[in-house]
């Protein structure tokens, strides 16, 4: 989709985080925005699970998953038109989501923030949401890695794991599997698995949150042996591997943080 | 403190996520459990921070900075006499906070899931609010490391600064400087200087979301040489260091993610 920036100086962008559920999930500053925005966008999934703040006057666009270009054109577009647009993200909107792709798209045009009033709201992000119903495995020094090679080489994803691996990170991978990419899971466990006991602690969360919510803990043997489909990874999951120091206790992941115990 | 667990089956423990700010940063969930509470444990600043939510018939059990382990084991007796408690911590309370601290307690005390009902609410954590507040920092892999060698030692801490800063992560330092720590923010700048150019975006976030904010962007050149002082780095301060990859435009920090824009 190409464009036209109409600029005008009364529209406002909320890229908002909406926490890794449903409207429960939101902050006061997060449901405002949507609230009081004449237009709503984001992939169709987030607009669902934000049903009951949607009213019938408000304009909704409702893009589907590779669309993000789009639909932050759609609601830089919008907004410059004088309309209070919320863009709308699962989790945070400064993880992996659209927050950086406004600002880019923004940049291109020469849009400053002098034209268009920009703010981004954060939210409980995946990791958070994850980490709380696996127990405690993100209490120290933690690497955030997705796993997905669509927009960074795989070279690059492994040699991040590789080096979050070497230096005792608890390591969190988004994106860890999808249709289209059955094997990295697996590579990226092989590669943890040269620095770390076979014992380290897994933890796999499914559906964070929302209907179908699933959390497995496990190890990294038997999460190397057993293979991801055991755990049902996928789009939307989250796996999070202990540091030389996590510890499963009573069907908790729990990473020390050092005190005296 | 020596407690002495009784056990009672009918006390719950909720381990409290307050976001960055206020109450308007808290989830639903998260509010409730502290509005449900017969008593609320925590740091007197993250108690006054909610102010507005405590009742008068509610217990408060406000200890001070250095007293994690003391509010952990009161919260947890007061839980086991009977009472529903909420232990509540700033931003995310499974990210260098006390959800670890509590299980670690259980743990050795024996108490497990079927004899004490503990939750997790997880909360929108400090490195969510800084990044929103600097514009898109976080947008790709990045890792979480703390300054903080009260509990670890910082050869390991250096070792992982050295690691992130290789393999190309944007980094998040946590606890960045205290009164007694005065040189492990430029150490931790000097590490990173050796892997990555002097315009690399760095973002100073100071008390974010609270009273007395304050968002500095500058780069690693220029906080290398006017030192930590200039952008009143203190005990409520995140650092965020931008990859290589990561640019300044219109006062924002803006980390690629990869889209073709």
Redesign the interface.
Known sequence: MSVKWKKHEKGSLSVV?L??GG???????AVHAVEKAHAVCGYKTYINLIQELIRPDQEIVQTGMTK??DRCEKAIALALSGKDVALVCSG??????L??????????QGI??KELTVK??????AL??C???L????????????LSD???PWH??E??I???A????VIVLYNPRSKKRRDHLPKAFNVIAKHRKGQTPVGIVNKAMRKGQEVHITTLDEVRESGPDTFNVGMQSLVIIGNSKSFI????I????????
Not at 23 to 29: Q, T
Not at 92 to 97: E, F, K, Q, V
Not at 135 to 146: N, Q, R, T
Not at 249 to 252: E, F, V, Y
């Open positions: 985080g926490g890794p409207k429960e999930w939101m902050s006061e500053p993000e270009k945070d909107p400064g993880i992996y989501a927050s950086g792709l406004v600002y880019e798209l923004l940049k291109k400053t923030s981004v709201i954060p939210g409980i992000p958070s949401a980490a709380a119903l127990g405690a495995p993100l209490i120290h020094d933690f690497a955030v890695i997705s669509l927009l960074t690059s994803i040699k991040r590789e080096a979050a070497t230096s005792d990170f206790w009573d069907g908790k729990i990473t020390p943080r050092g005190y005296e115990v």
